[in-house]
């Protein structure tokens, strides 16, 4: 069963199995059977003696009970999957001595076997994908999951805030006037360091420019800090910031509009003048320009594949439950799940 009906077998083990506490389905009770005549059962099948790939016990594992399995586990090799069959039959025999097959928990997953299988046949198998979506979904996804171009930069940065300290001692958040004054201090900074680096520009240089300002930074009520190798998408580029790469982020228009500026060619590797945002004033360093990743289109289209295969399941899922539904009485009766739940009503 596929994990997006895995979820909604809950709903069918209501409508099919009985297994919700208090559901009342009226005179006609479905009999599982339990204990010694389940396990009965189970090992009462026929089967070609040549299609039996291993034995334990004596009970025959077969060539379906190797399909299915390997159907549900397709990374393993078939050598790997027999192993794992004659280990959960040793294991099935183990518990069977042991009494297990008694349990309750035993019967009630037995319950969700019975779902899991009604499922399979009877919602999986008959549902159709809605193929009519299929490329326009096939190109949002492509969409969604490139990796766009790309700017790794480092910058310093004299950062202005929002809030300072009054002379009562208290904080008190800027007005646009006041805080276009701390800007202007933050720009002579920067303007300052742009001389003392006298040409300088890489991460080391940055970083004493940082060390060397920022005691004047700090009796402005500023703060002087260095962002190394900064990966984030062009200027103009669309994406998703989800499907970024590990380690990339989103900025401001304005810091990606300066970044551009020193992104040429030409240009790569040398410092920008001073860039503002909302943030403070920058300069700038782009260290690498990285081409876009589209997306793996065999990738894309087993993913739109799947996503429009459980669509219909769920559809179907629905559809099927509704119909079921009108054949059974149920009742449900909040007031008595406390006491099922240990008197804790979780």
């Known amino acids: 069963m596929s994990c997006a009906n895995a979820t909604l ?48 016990n004596g009970q025959g594992i077969t060539g379906d009970d190797l399909k299915e399995y390997w159907r549900l586990h397709p990374e393993l090799s078939a050598p790997e999957v027999v192993d794992q069959l004659v280990e959960q039959q040793i294991l099935a025999l183990e518990a069977r ?35 009519s979506r299929r490329d326009e979904m096939l190109e949002q996804v492509t969409q969604m999951r490139r990796v766009p171009e790309g700017l790794r930069v480092t910058h310093l940065v004299v950062l202005v805030p929002r809030e300072m300290e009054n002379d009562e001692g208290s904080t008190e958040r800027l007005s646009g006037e006041q805080r276009d004054e701390v800007f202007d201090t933050a720009r002579q900074i920067v303007g300052d360091v742009q001389q003392w680096l006298d040409g300088r520009v890489d991460d080391d240089a940055l970083r004493e420019a940082a060390a060397q300002f920022h005691d004047r930074a700090a009796e402005e009520g500023l703060e002087i800090i260095v962002e190394p190798h900064m990966l984030f998408p062009r200027a103009g580029e669309e994406f998703h910031a989800e499907h970024l790469p590990g380690r990339w982020t989103r900025v401001v228009s304005d810091f990606a509009k300066g970044a551009e500026t020193v992104a040429g060619e030409d240009q790569l590797g040398s410092l920008s003048e001073p860039v503002r945002t909302d943030f403070g004033w920058h300069l700038i360093r782009v260290i690498e320009v990285m081409e876009e990743r ?14 429009l295969r459980v669509r219909a399941q769920r559809e179907k899922f629905h559809e099927r439950v509704e119909e079921w539904a009108k054949e059974l009485e149920a009742s449900v009766y909040p007031d008595r799940l406390g006491s099922v739940f240990d008197g804790n009503g979780r």
């Open 97 to 131: 001595e042991r009494g297990y097959h008694e349990y309750p928990e035993v019967s009630f997953a037995r319950k969700q076997g019975m779902v899991s299988a009604l499922l399979a046949d009877e919602v999986e198998a008959r549902a159709e994908p809605d193929l």
């Open 9 to 56: 077998s809950v709903v069918a083990m209501f409508c099919l199995g009985g297994m919700v506490v208090g559901c009342d389905f009226g005179t006609a009770a479905v009999e599982h059977p339990e204990g010694d005549e389940a396990w009965e059962m189970a090992f009462a099948v026929d089967y070609d003696e040549q299609q039996v790939v291993a034995r334990v």
């Open 294 to 307: 589209p997306a793996d289109r065999d990738a894309v289209e087993e993913y739109v594949d799947y996503e």
